[in-house]
T-cell receptor, first 114, second 112 residues
């Protein structure tokens, strides 16, 4: 069964901390994505990557950065966490072609910044 | 730009009732359309998809038809179960890059 694994389900961090959210997929997918999910706002794209060492800004990249050193791993970095970054973070991967067109999502990381 | 508009929830139904969740979209070109479902405490799962006009996606008793003339992709199920309680997201993919644009989600609660 294909999988996207996010390293933590729940995380509590202090304001100003540097926070790393890790995501690993085992499907050899080229594309990986980070979204945040907030009530009433749905899912908003933060960053995405089409290949190793490539990254593109999504709709709300401010306050975030990403790293993709290996094909299977895509990390989201909060440079200096703030309370307005308290949210559910969802990682996803996809292959651009083939029968699995569409995303496979991880279970999410609920981040609370205090 | 691309956008997806879903009916607001929560939607509360009795078991075996008919379900419709409305979804309309705005997109350049010819998008692919998706419905995702999120069960409590989990990530999103692909429920069904349609990649061209008049296609019907179906899965687990759910259906949605890609209507280009009304730019809609409404989700339907003839008889809902308590286990269908979840949040449903409509989404589209248009242009290159396989990026998805999501609606705000509709929470469905099915009661006995």
């Amino acid at each position: 069964d294909v999988k996207v694994t996010q390293s933590s389900r729940y995380l509590v961090k202090r304001t100003g901390e540097k926070v790393f959210l890790e995501c690993v997929q085992d499907m050899d997918h080229e594309n990986m994505f980070w979204y945040r999910q907030d009530p009433g706002l749905g899912l908003r794209l933060i960053y995405f990557s089409y290949d190793v060492k490539m990254k593109e800004k999504g709709d709300i990249p401010e306050g975030y950065s990403v790293s993709r050193e290996k094909k299977e791993r895509f990390s989201l970095i909060l440079e200096s966490a703030s309370t307005n970054q308290t949210s559910m973070y969802l990682c996803a991967s996809s292959s651009p072609v083939g029968p699995n067109y569409g995303y496979t999502f991880g279970s999410g990381t609920r981040l609370t910044v205090v | 730009g691309n956008s997806v508009t879903q009916m607001e929830g929560p939607v509360t139904l009795s078991e075996e009732a008919f379900l419709t969740i409305n979804c309309t979209y705005t997109a350049t070109g010819y998008p692919s359309l998706f419905w995702y479902v999120q069960y409590p405490g989990e990530g999103l799962q692909l429920l069904l998809k349609a990649t061209k006009a008049d296609d019907k996606g179906s899965n687990k008793g759910f259906e949605a038809t890609y209507r280009k003339e009304t730019t809609s992709f409404h989700l339907e199920k003839g008889s809902v179960q308590v286990s269908d309680s979840a949040v449903y997201f409509c989404a589209l993919s248009a242009g290159g890059g396989n990026k998805l644009t999501f609606g705000t989600g509709t929470q469905l609660k099915v009661e006995l």
